[in-house]
């Protein structure tokens, strides 16, 4: 199966998904455990979006300037990056304020109401 020309589905899963993805989602818990808003995983993972692009064209003779390539590349890192800026932002504010939230999902927390037992 082919994505674009000269890249198949085990180079995307590869470069984009397994190598670029990882480091994409370590560079989003990396911006939330420093407090830093969510942009900056966005513009963090943009760039990776670059580094992939060079990875499959040096690896596997791929399309180097290639907008769709770049893209649709950039979106799934995109996507990694901020799910894994906002499970550490959530976990960050949990181990923070305990006695305040409550985890209310994988993304997400919620005010403890007050009858809810408040640790500190």
Partial sequence: MTLLPGEGLGVFLGVTVCVTGFAAYMTGQAVANSWKPAWH?????????????????ALFEGTLLSPAGYVIDSCVLI????AAFRMALARKMLQQYPWLYARSG???WREKSPSEPRRN
């Fill in 106 to 108: 994988l993304f997400s």
């Fill in 41 to 57: 995983a966005l513009a963090y993972a943009l760039l990776l979006g670059l580094v992939d692009r060079f990875l499959i064209y």
């Fill in 79 to 82: 996507a990694i990056a901020l």
